[in-house]
């Protein structure tokens, strides 16, 4: 559902089915001008996977996107991972518009 909003911004999506496949992504030479980071995905989660990215020097702004940010324990101990920012589902454009590169940003006049 978020690729399909995305993509309606004309943006180009990569889909990891899991933590450890965004990582495997990075490792493999791929970059991204951001990161949406489900904090609860098999294998590795995503303070895991956001913590091994940041390790490895990707810069790239990570969001996480999770029902956990509503100020407790999990936004706190998700944040320190290595976040950029977090928001909670449902992902909405307005939500992550300020992420968004300039050109690709609907509300950028």
Do not use: W
Request: net charge neutral; with cysteine.
């Amino acid at each position: 559902m978020h690729k399909m909003m995305l993509t309606r911004l004309d943006i180009e999506v990569e889909v990891a089915a899991n933590g450890k496949a965004a990582v495997d992504l990075h490792l493999a030479g791929a970059s991204f001008h951001l990161i949406l980071m489900d904090l609860q995905m098999p294998l590795i989660d995503g303070s895991q996977a956001t913590k091994e990215l940041r390790g490895m020097g990707v810069a790239s702004p990570i969001v996480g996107v999770t029902a956990a940010c509503d100020g407790g324990p999990e936004k706190t101990a998700f944040l320190a991972s290595g976040l950029t920012d977090c928001v909670s589902k449902p992902l909405t454009i307005n939500k992550i518009a300020t992420y968004l590169p300039a050109p690709k940003n609907p509300y950028n006049n």
